[in-house]
């Protein structure tokens, strides 16, 4: 019987544990990175792949930025509520947010590449061979211009790299034994970030995504964009939550049920957020029937698109939905875990959805090594820097004003 | 009137520790006894084991309830749409399903929710007024300060000696005979004239 008013002590933190940390992450991070590295040289130095090598690019980058940037807005998220469940889980997210810096780095040869060789780039707006790219150039230039893409970038990098810095070292220092106030200057600037988040996830889902079709326009786009961003960070940090209880790294009593139904609740609020967003801009676009926006969904919908549509909505809404319907499902570690990956790779496949239809159009879905290279190489690169993260720092955040309470946290 | 001569109802043991009520729910509940049920004044976590409660088949109402709602809501926008007053809307088919979707939608909360508030009423045994364990002064203790756990005396194994032993042996320093109210012998003559009454009629 465990209770509230009998707390077990807390097994105290082996100091070598960090050495022995991440020793097998490195080693598949490695593995993915060099596959992932071999793939993307072939189809770059390939001239007749290296256009369809853009689009994967913009794949596998979105891929782990969403992980990131999710990661970062939960924990900006549990600051500003004060959560008080999360506490014994924080760290993971704050490990899964450290890389975006790395993420930044990542972006620049897609800057070089979009920006300075027009000939190359996968923006239509930068190289405008027909006639509709060339209205859409004269009609939205002010804001899909060279100057204006590369200052938003800088800002958008700026701020993520920013706050990902505030809230992963402010946590690092409360275990160095920060008092209070540094719990309370997180909470203070947690408020303002989610606003800035906002505005910056949604306008690089508008420069990234949306801009691969620039006469084509969705205002509901950035929250598209945004409900697969907190789904992936939730379902990043819910697999890594459960491996590191399995292999020990986090004491097996800290992750309770109740902690797992509080995530298990949460991935299944945002899987209903997602379909609920993804189904309101199809039917709105279906029903006002209007030509320039009807493009997106015919593109998708025809040439072998449709059944590929039709798998989207099964794989990110209808059996997810009823996977984590039941109690049962949200409290048990093991299928949390597998829907976890299944969410992970409806990500996947939500991005080849929004990216590819414009590569491959009229000919049909295609997947090959150029789509594979980048999201391997960017995966792998993402795993060894959350490998090293965890080699220098604790897995818990147990100098946290709120621990203690977090670990006797129960669901009524 | 005296307390020997009034009905037993049942016997309640009073615990002023969480943890003890919950040791002796444990205990009732390995004893074999289904008709006991215990009261606090706030939600005591862990009691639904230490009672052996069973998972609330409740979900499953809902979700059925929804899933009929949904098909029905989707079925009676097919049927006003496509067969009963078929009207061309924007040049789309008469079942133009995405269209129909919200309602359909609705359609399953709306069912989801009333059988939700009926299931639960009737899970719970709600609109029962009154019951003469609750008619007991024991009562206003068990909503302010203590903890009781409560045998009742439909329970088969219940006897006035075999309560009071498993209670004993939960270390309950407080047990109480529950007896009926007073006036229940009256009212039960009351409801006999009823019956009798009518009987009369339909005859």
Not at chain 1, 7 to 14: A, G, M, S
Not at chain 1, 195 to 207: H, K, R, W, Y
């Amino acid at each position: 019987m465990t209770d509230a008013t009998t707390p077990t002590p807390l097994p105290t933190p082996d100091a070598s544990a960090g050495a022995a940390r991440g020793g097998t992450l490195t080693k598949i991070g490695l593995a993915l990175l060099g596959i992932g590295v071999v793939l993307c040289a072939i189809a770059f130095f390939d001239e007749d792949s290296r256009t369809r090598f853009g689009f994967g690019y913009m794949i596998g980058f979105t891929f782990v930025w969403a992980i990131v940037l999710g990661s970062l807005f939960f924990v900006a998220l549990q600051h500003a509520t004060s959560s008080v469940w999360s506490v014994v889980l924080r760290r993971v997210a704050e490990m899964l947010a450290s890389p975006m810096l790395l993420i930044g780095l990542m972006f620049v040869p897609m800057l070089f590449v979009a920006i300075l060789h027009p000939d190359s780039t996968i923006f239509p707006w930068r190289n405008p061979t027909t006639e509709m790219a060339k209205h859409a150039v004269h009609v939205k230039g002010t804001y899909l211009s060279e100057s204006g893409f590369m200052i938003r970038m800088a800002l958008f990098f700026a701020i993520w790299i920013f706050f990902t810095w505030f809230f992963v070292r402010g946590s690092l220092k409360q275990d160095a034994g920060a008092g209070p106030g540094v719990a309370a200057r997180m909470k203070k600037w947690s408020g303002p970030f989610i606003i800035l988040f906002g505005f910056t996830a949604t306008f690089a889902s508008f420069d990234w995504l949306m801009s691969l079709e620039p006469n084509w326009f969705s205002t509901i786009y950035g929250v598209y964009v945004f409900g697969g961003i907190t789904l992936s960070g939730l379902a990043a940090i819910t697999l890594a939550v459960v491996g590191l209880k399995r292999s020990g790294h986090i004491a097996p009593e800290l992750i309770r049920g109740d902690h797992l139904y509080s995530l298990g609740g949460l991935l299944f609020a945002f899987t209903c957020f997602w379909g609920y967003i993804a189904f309101s801009q199809f039917m709105l676009i279906w029903y006002a029937n209007m030509p320039e926006e009807t493009i997106y969904f015919t593109k998708r919908l025809s040439n072998g698109w449709g059944p590929v549509t039709v798998a989207l909505a099964f794989v990110r809404f209808v059996i997810p939905f009823f996977f984590l319907l039941s109690r049962h499902a949200k409290m048990n570690e093991r299928k949390l875990a597998q829907i976890s990956v299944f969410i992970l790779l409806g990500q996947l496949l939500d991005l080849y959805w929004l990216v590819m239809p414009n590569y491959f159009g009229a000919d049909g879905p295609g997947l090959g090594y150029q789509e594979f290279g980048p999201v391997l190489l960017f995966g792998g690169a993402v795993l060894v820097a959350i490998a090293r993260f965890m080699r220098r720092n604790e897995m818990v955040a147990s100098k946290d004003p709120a621990f203690e309470a977090s670990r006797q946290f129960h669901l009524h | 009137m005296h307390d020997q001569d009034r009905k037993v109802v049942g016997m309640i043991g009073l615990f002023d520790e969480p943890n003890a009520l919950i040791a002796a729910a444990e205990k009732v509940r390995d004893a074999g006894y289904t008709k006991w049920d215990c009261h606090t004044p706030y939600p005591l976590h862990g009691l639904d084991d230490a009672m052996g409660l069973k998972p609330s088949p409740m979900p499953y109402i809902t979700l059925t309830a929804g899933l009929i709602g949904g098909c029905l809501g989707m079925y009676m926008m097919y049927w006003m749409s496509a067969v009963d007053y078929p009207v061309r809307i924007g040049g789309k088919p008469y079942f133009s399903w995405p269209a129909f979707v919200p309602i359909t939608f609705e359609a399953f909360v709306l069912f989801a929710g009333l059988a939700t508030m009926g299931g639960m009423i009737k899970l719970t045994k709600l609109g029962r007024w009154a019951s003469p364990l609750h008619d007991n002064d024991v009562m206003v203790e068990v909503t302010t300060t203590r903890l009781g756990v409560v045998l009742e005396a439909e329970d088969p194994k219940f006897t006035q000696e075999a309560a009071q032993a498993l209670l004993d042996e939960t270390g309950c320093q407080d047990i109480r005979v529950l007896y009926a109210p007073e006036d229940e012998a009256s009212e039960d003559e009351a409801s006999e004239d009823d019956d009798a009454a009518t009987e009369h009629g339909e005859v």
